[in-house]
């Protein structure tokens, strides 16, 4: 059993691609991920360059895990053993914070608990916890019990300001970091991924959709400004994001929500999605 690192995105796609493209929903992240930095480049998350890695079970063998880095952001795990994720620590702290510096992992529960014991076992450092998500997936979009007032449309130029903010507002919210706010506004809206709710002319909510990748589109972020919660925009807005997603090809439309959030996540079952599986955001102390 052995894992690949490289820090050739080329050598990650023609390696891990159909392994990726195998398990689309459990491997959004690292589908969406790698798109982006194929079309924006290496530094498109930060100054340093992503790594990335694929493993097999023995030499010639299929791939059967992956991941991939974009520093400052930790190592996010894709479908794997958790030998492999065990494994995967190993061979990231042998490697040292020349190739890349590890602070925590996020992924799958059962892997990034793997890894995190991997981790533990071959530097000494604390684990904890950080966050917890539940991955959905779109059966039957069904429209929301009580559909809100006002209407759908999609992101324009004169929603940049509006939209930046928001989108800012939003990282606080969820404890993540982004270092190029108005960049991503301005790829999604001109790329038709951002979607506005409003009413009475007025925006009140918005959301994302990403590209269809491997037949998937995961939506998100979505965000309603405080003043304007408990109308149900955020219900109107997913749904008609998850209706343009399968309207440009999506056969599997996904959603994280914080687990610690009851409110979304049944907004979301409403709305016709399923449960996929849990993840993990794990950071490591000395």
Known sequence: MAWTLSTSLDDFRVQAGD?????????????????????RGPNVFGE???VFGWWRREPGGPVEGAYLQTPPFSPRLAVMPQAA?????GALASAGAGFAM???VSGGEAAVRAFAA????????????QGSERLYRLGALTAPPRPPAGRHRLAGPADRGLLIDWYEEFLV??????????GAVDERTAGGLLHVWEDGGSPVAMAGNSPVI???SRIGPVY?????????????????????????GATEVLLYTDLANPTSNSIYQQLGYRPVEDCLTVGFGS
Do not use: I, K
């Open 48 to 50: 340093h360059a992503p």
């Open 85 to 89: 994720a065990a494994e995967l620590a």
């Open 102 to 104: 590890v602070t925590g």
């Open 173 to 182: 919210e969820a404890g993540v970091g982004l270092p190029d706010v108005p």
């Open 118 to 129: 991997g981790w533990q076992a071959a530097t000494g450092a604390e684990a904890s916890v």
């Open 19 to 39: 392994f990726l493209d195998a398990s689309p929903a459990e491997n959004t992240v690292l589908l969406t991920v790698a798109h982006r930095l194929a079309a």
């Open 214 to 216: 491997a037949g998937m």
């Open 224 to 248: 309603t400004p405080p003043e304007q919660r408990g109308r149900g925009y955020a219900s109107g807005v997913t749904a008609a994001a998850s209706a343009y997603a399968l309207a440009q």
